[in-house]
Every structure is written in structure tokens, then in C-alpha cells.
């Protein structure tokens, strides 16, 4: 199992024999497998949460069933939040009571009602992004990248195939721990002694936390397909150049550096797939990582306080929340930097290259430089960059915050 779990992906290890056969495979089914079909398992789940897809709705009765039950989920949603919201502001004390064992003081009501506010601009803010990420032209336009990439290098239907199983595993990486989170978040209201609204509203607020790791699984998987298609080029320039020995053939050399310019533009075409990426995303990634800060600062001081009180089951979902939140980041970061890792790869398989073949220094020497000045990195907006470094500012921040409010609230008492 590599460091990124069970959704990494070897595209290319197949022998030729083997990939042939699995291309001839797909064309006798009568189905040309594209990148669209590959995000099948994604956009159906999309399309059950509310938001289809707009080739899904090419039929006038498809298209006008389709926006009145956007419109109903996105309702159903608003509502949702909004009851948790205006309940938790006129009842904080009695909530957070009864989530902290009889625990109370002004700054935990306080830190109550941020935590569900930012729920609130999490859940229905992420909602917001897929509705505006799937209208027709902003759909059209970030796939259409993503189907030129795959069209343009050979064995696009192994690439489809490759992409499908990615989905896949990164679809059930995210659904399943939301599963186990919502029983958990069941069991504790079954055992608590709140009121029964206020039971019914948790499980249903809890549960509409299935768009942003709806959103979530999206972004994923579009930045591992950037990752693969980045090693892709690493590989073809060490399996048909690197290995090639040097040679003086003008035949050769004339093919090796058609080759260099055409994996050139290959990675121009990848760098304005990250762009779009950006651009479309970016309001999204600014939502998850201000919401991953602020669960992480609340969730060490429930559990530190759960903890003093000897309540397992509270302790034990507080737990699971906080390393929910640690996932979440952990898997944004890694995704993204994993896009510049591929990319430091191709860059020291060029230079090996150059080694190999000094008659290559021209062709080589614009690649590197366009590898310098076009380098493809995830950013929230333009805000910052995505990336490891969010580790140590989560750690600070939480420890600093923790502190704080900490002291609010043995102050009190």
C-alpha cells in the first residue's frame, strides 16, 4: 500500500499484450470509454444529492425534473441549517449542557454557536460551489480539458479505464468514514437525554455533510488524474528516450525531439487544466480548510472536556470528528502536492535525457524552462497554496486557540 492508500493508481502496469487486449475488450462492447464515463460513479451520487450533471438533462421533461429537484434539495438543505442555526442560538446553553455533561460557561455557548455557523457556511457553501461547478458551460469547460488530456496522449480508453477505478476507491475512501461518523452521531443522540427535535435535527445536519465530501471526492479525484497524467510524460520520456541509446542517427534524434515537443505541449495543456482547476474549486478549498481549522480547535477542547468527564462514547466521536477533519486535509494536501512531486519527476528525467542525448540540449533546455515558469500548483482562490505546510499552521493555530479559550473557561468557573 503506497502512502496515498487505495487510491493509488498504475495506469501503465500492464505489458503491451495486456493493454491491447483490454482496449480491444472495450471497443467489442459497442461503448467508447471517455473521461465523462469515468466520473460515472461520482456524477451518479451527484445526480441523487441534486445535482445532475447537464448532459443528463439533454431532454426538455429530463431538464425541468431535473432543476425542481435541484431546487427541492437545495431547499431541504437551507432549511436544515437554518433550524440548527436559530436553534442553537436560542437554546445554546442547554445544547452545549447537554453535549458536555452538564459543562457550561459563556465562552463554550460561544464556541457552540460558531461551530455550528461554520457547519452551516461549510454545508450549504459547499452545496452552492457543485451547483454553480455543474452549469453547463463551467461543466463543459473544465471537462473538455480533462478529455483533451486524455485524447491526446495513445491508449486514452486505458486511461478511462485507470480513471473509472480511481473514482471508485476515492468515492468509497470518503463515503464510507461519513457512514461510520452519522451511526456514531445516531448512537450518541439514542444514549443522550436531549429532546427529541433536537435529536432528529443532529442526525439531519450531520448528514448533510454528504456534499462537501461530495465536492471533496471531485476535487480528488481530478488532481490524481493530473498527477498521473504528469507521470505519464516522466514515464514516456524514460521508457521511449532515456532508454534509447544514443545515438547519431538523424532519423532517431529527428523522433526523439518530435517527441520532446509534443510532450511540451502536453504539459501546457495540464497546467491550464490545474488553472481551471483553480478557478472553479478555489471558493470551495477556501470553505474546507476554514472549516477544518475551526472543527479541529473545537474538538481538542471537547475532548480534553469529555475526557476530564469520563464519557467514552462523547470522547470517542469527538475523536472521530477531529481526525475526520485531519483526513480531509491530509488528502487535499497530499493530492496536491503529489501534482508537484510528478512534476519535479519530469523535470529530473530531462535532465538524464540531456546526459543521455547532448544533440536534445535545445529541445530539453525550453522544457525546463517551461517546467520553471509553468509550474502547476493548487491554490484556495489565489489566497494560498494547498499544500504540507497547512500542517504546522493547523497545529499552531489549534494549540494557540485551544489555550485560549481554555482559559475563558476555567476563568469562568
Known amino acids: 500500500m503506497s502512502r496515498y492508500g487505495l487510491v493509488r493508481v498504475h495506469p501503465t502496469q500492464l505489458n503491451a499484450n495486456s493493454q491491447q ?23 451518479k451520487l451527484m445526480g441523487l444529492l441534486g445535482i445532475p450533471i447537464p448532459s443528463s438533462m439533454e431532454v426538455s421533461s429530463c431538464r425541468l425534473t431535473g432543476h425542481l429537484y435541484r431546487i427541492f434539495c437545495f431547499l431541504t438543505v437551507m432549511l436544515i441549517q437554518s433550524i440548527q ?31 455550528n455557523i461554520n457547519l452551516a457556511l461549510y454545508s450549504v457553501g459547499s452545496h452552492i460551489c457543485l451547483l454553480l461547478l455543474t452549469r453547463l458551460k463551467t461543466w463543459t469547460d473544465i471537462i473538455d480539458s480533462f478529455k483533451l488530456l486524455d485524447e491526446n496522449l495513445l491508449n486514452n480508453n486505458l486511461f478511462a479505464y485507470s480513471h473509472r477505478k480511481l473514482s471508485i476507491k476515492i468515492l468509497i475512501y470518503f463515503i464510507f468514514p461519513l457512514t461510520l461518523l452519522l451511526g456514531l452521531v445516531g448512537i450518541e443522540n439514542i444514549l443522550n437525554d ?44 524514460e521508457d521511449k528516450l532515456i532508454k534509447t541509446k544514443a545515438s547519431s542517427l538523424n532519423s532517431i534524434i529527428e523522433s526523439q525531439r518530435a517527441q520532446l515537443i509534443f510532450l511540451r505541449r502536453h504539459h501546457r495543456l495540464i497546467c491550464k487544466a490545474v488553472r481551471k482547476i483553480n478557478r472553479y474549486f478555489g471558493v470551495y478549498l477556501t470553505l474546507e480548510i476554514g472549516y477544518i481549522f475551526v472543527i479541529s480547535i473545537n474538538s481538542s477542547l471537547y475532548i480534553l472536556l469529555s475526557g476530564m468527564n469520563v464519557d467514552g462514547l ?37 535532465l538524464q535525457l540531456l546526459h543521455h542525448q547532448p544533440s536534445l540540449q535545445n529541445e530539453v533546455s525550453l522544457f525546463t524552462q517551461q517546467l520553471t515558469h509553468m509550474k502547476p500548483r493548487i491554490s484556495a482562490f489565489g489566497f494560498f497554496e494547498v499544500g504540507k505546510y497547512l500542517f504546522p499552521s493547523l497545529v499552531g493555530t489549534t494549540l494557540t486557540y485551544f489555550l485560549i479559550l481554555l482559559q475563558f473557561h476555567s476563568a469562568e468557573k
Request: with cysteine.
Open 21 to 43: 487486449h483490454l482496449i480491444d475488450l472495450m471497443i467489442k462492447s459497442g461503448r467508447r470509454r471517455n473521461f465523462l464515463w469515468s466520473l460515472e460513479p461520482v456524477t
Open 314 to 350: 462523547l470522547g470517542v466521536l469527538n475523536v472521530s470528528i477531529w481526525l475526520d477533519g485531519f483526513v480531509h486535509l491530509f488528502l487535499l494536501t497530499s493530492f496536491s502536492e503529489d501534482i508537484i512531486n510528478q512534476t519535479g519527476k519530469v523535470y529530473e528525467a530531462l
Open 194 to 237: 436531549t429532546t427529541m427535535v433536537r435529536k432528529i435535527i443532529d442526525v439531519t445536519v450531520f448528514s448533510t455533510k454528504i456534499y462537501p465530501a461530495t465536492h471533496l471526492t471531485l476535487f480528488c479525484i481530478l488532481t490524481q488524474i493530473i498527477s498521473l497524467q504528469l507521470k505519464a510524460i516522466h514515464q514516456l520520456i
Open 85 to 115: 442555526v436559530i436553534h442553537i442560538i436560542y437554546n445554546v446553553k442547554d445544547v452545549s449542557m447537554g453535549y458536555l455533561n452538564g459543562l457550561s460557561s459563556s465562552a463554550l455557548s460561544w464556541n457552540f454557536i460558531i461551530e
